[in-house]
């Protein structure tokens, strides 16, 4: 138990499809993090938010929709993917975003497109 | 372009062997940190290194960050099959001030009984 919680932990969505994943942390952490992991290749940074503010979209397509409503929870809006966006999508979350904090995951949701 | 090299990528090994997986870039870190993944779940972390040269120690676990901080390695010793997994590398770059990790593409390590 990381205090990092993500529901669903499995989604099997069509492409005409709208789904949501959802992250919540009870550290008390004030950054959280979109990650996504796919097969044989390295964790892919989508999204940063610091004090619910987005810092950081790392050219992530808009059929990708992040929203953090507060410190302690983010959503990951879905809407019309692709097959190829099957993947484990992880929520982190830090204290802030200063360099060389320890950022702690949830356990992912593993996500297959249709 | 990976800013982190991880090597190997793949690693079995029988139970009470020793192994060593490292993670090598041409970038200072600021600091660097290790994780263990198993299947189906998200990276815990293991341990935190920021000093170059540091060593740290957790039970059969030993990390070392290089001196120049560019590099770190992991030593497993008398290892286990509770040790299976996937074993990442992340790292903080001194110029980065946002909190970003650049994550290796791991090592996968398989120990059998």
């Known amino acids: 138990e990381t205090g990092v919680t993500q529901t669903p932990r499995h989604l099997v969505m069509g492409m005409t499809n709208k789904k949501s994943l959802k992250c919540e942390q009870h550290?008390?952490?004030?950054?959280m993090y979109w990650y996504k992991q796919s097969a044989k290749k390295p964790l892919e940074l989508m999204f940063v938010?610091?004090?619910?503010?987005?810092?950081e979209n790392n050219s992530v397509p808009s059929r990708f929709s992040p929203e953090c409503p507060n410190s302690s929870h983010l959503f990951l809006h879905l809407h019309t993917l692709q097959p190829e966006d099957s993947a484990l999508y992880l929520c982190?979350?830090?204290?802030?975003?200063?360099?060389?904090?320890?950022?702690?995951f949830g356990e992912g949701s593993w996500l297959t497109v249709v | 372009t990976q800013l982190l090299e991880q090597s190997p990528q793949f690693l079995s090994i029988q139970e009470g062997e020793n192994l060593t997986v490292y993670c090598n870039s041409s970038?200072?870190?600021?600091?660097l940190q290790w994780y263990r993944q198993e299947p189906g779940e998200g990276p815990v972390l293991l341990v935190t290194?920021?000093?170059?040269?540091e060593v740290k120690k957790l039970k059969r676990l030993t990390f070392q960050f290089g001196d120049a901080r560019k590099d770190s390695s992991l030593h497993i010793t008398a290892a286990q099959p509770g040790d299976t997994g996937l074993y990442l590398c992340?790292?903080?770059?001194?110029?980065?001030?946002?909190?970003?990790?650049?994550f290796g593409a791991g090592t996968q390590v398989v120990v059998t009984p």
């Open positions: 982190a979350s830090s204290q802030d975003r200063t360099s060389g904090n320890t950022i702690y």
């Open positions: 992340a790292g903080s770059m001194t110029t980065d001030s946002w909190g970003k990790f650049q």
């Open positions: 550290l008390g952490h004030n950054a």
């Open positions: 938010y610091n004090f619910k503010e987005q810092t």
């Open positions: 290194v920021v000093t170059g040269g």
């Open positions: 970038s200072v870190f600021s600091s």
